[in-house]
């Protein structure tokens, strides 16, 4: 069998928040912008600045 893709992952790790989160009455659930399918680790973003991506990469 083949691993789970890292959406598949996601979208199982959502459906697990979610039903928690339902359990627990919440009526809004929400999460990061990249929750699904990240960034590649190391990735600057274009023409950043270098302050912006040493702070970028510090936070990994």
Avoid: C, H
């Avoid at 996601?10 to 399918?37: C, D, H, N, T, W």
Wanted: hydrophobic fraction near 45%.
């Amino acid at each position: 069998m083949a691993a789970p893709s890292l959406l598949e992952s996601a979208f199982k790790q959502i459906a697990v928040y979610a039903g928690e989160a339902s359990r627990q009455g919440v009526k809004l659930l929400m999460f990061p912008e990249v929750f699904i399918f990240g960034y590649p680790r190391g990735l600057t973003f274009g023409n950043r600045s270098t302050q912006y991506n040493m702070f970028f990469k510090s936070t990994l």
